[in-house]
């Protein structure tokens, strides 16, 4: 992979511009940028917080890749204990401050790569899979690209529309989506095992898996034994018990 600078980590306020109930559990926050614009790799993730320091710093992924107007979104989880994202859910409102840092984080692509990519998602794990395949799109490169997202019920589906909408204007890109707890159109169960009705040979892929920590190990596994080599295989694994922020960026990340 070809070596890529590493962005200037920064700490600046932003305006809430939106907030949206995607799911029952999950909404989606936007962002606008009132200073500098940050610099991030698609994939990478932030630290939130409000602006008068009575919120814990957490950690988010963007869900967006980089824009001209310097807007992010990310996708927060409602954790019972969570107090970032209950802050998020509850309290914050258009027009309120935030503060965010950052970037931070290694689950990025090389905008280089020309191999075929598959992308596994489940929950707020979508947020930085969507950042990628978003980037992926806007340049040539890829030959293929297959987002496969896994949800308890059809409510549950995010995205399904900009998803579909992706899809007609790009034939390269295929989305799936599989539920998991809930009876409709196929494709149904859980997404190691649905691999290898997708591709029975993954020898060739880049492969990027977000979400919970036993969803991430369980589609990594399912993926080396289709041959996806192990250096190849990109994690971002996703907690959602609150931890607390000790000053250092982490490798694994809450949406608390």
């Given at each position: 992979?070809?070596?890529?600078?590493?962005?200037?980590?920064?700490?600046?306020?932003?305006?809430?511009?939106?907030?949206?109930?995607?799911?029952?559990?999950?909404?989606?926050?936007?962002?606008?940028?009132?200073?500098?614009?940050?610099?991030?790799?698609?994939?990478?993730?932030?630290?939130?917080?409000?602006?008068?320091?009575?919120?814990?710093?957490?950690?988010?992924?963007?869900?967006?890749?980089?824009?001209?107007d310097g807007l992010i979104s990310l996708l927060v989880t409602r954790v019972g204990e969570g107090a970032t994202s209950l802050w998020v859910h509850d309290r914050l409102r258009v027009g309120q401050m935030a503060s965010v840092s950052g970037p931070f984080g290694t689950f990025v692509d090389d905008p280089a790569a020309?191999?075929?990519?598959?992308?596994?998602?489940?929950?707020?794990?979508?947020?930085?899979?969507?950042?990628?395949?978003?980037?992926?799109?806007?340049?040539?490169?890829?030959?293929?690209?297959?987002?496969?997202?896994?949800?308890?019920?059809?409510?549950?589906?995010?995205?399904?529309?900009?998803?579909?909408?992706?899809?007609?204007?790009?034939?390269?890109?295929?989305?799936?989506?599989?539920?998991?707890?809930?009876?409709g159109p196929h494709a149904r169960g859980r997404i190691p095992a649905l691999l290898p009705e997708l591709s029975a040979d993954l020898s060739g892929h880049d492969v990027f898996v977000a979400g919970a920590p036993g969803f991430v190990r369980a589609c990594a596994t399912a993926a080396e034994a289709l041959g996806a080599r192990r250096e190849r295989v990109k994690t971002e694994v996703f907690f959602v018990e609150p931890q607390p922020w000790t000053g250092e960026p982490a490798q694994v990340r809450q949406p608390t």
């Open positions: 992979m070809a070596a890529i600078a590493e962005p200037t980590s920064f700490e600046e306020p932003y305006e809430a511009i939106g907030v949206e109930h995607r799911t029952a559990t999950i909404a989606e926050l936007w962002l606008r940028p009132l200073a500098g614009i940050l610099e991030y790799r698609p994939g990478e993730y932030v630290l939130l917080a409000d602006d008068r320091g009575e919120v814990p710093p957490r950690s988010f992924s963007v869900a967006n890749a980089p824009r001209s020309t191999a075929p990519a598959l992308f596994l998602a489940a929950g707020s794990g979508l947020a930085p899979i969507r950042a990628l395949v978003e980037a992926a799109l806007a340049r040539p490169g890829r030959r293929e690209l297959t987002l496969v997202f896994s949800a308890r019920t059809e409510a549950d589906v995010i995205d399904r529309e900009r998803f579909g909408q992706w899809q007609a204007e790009h034939e390269r890109f295929r989305f799936i989506r599989t539920l998991t707890r809930a009876t």
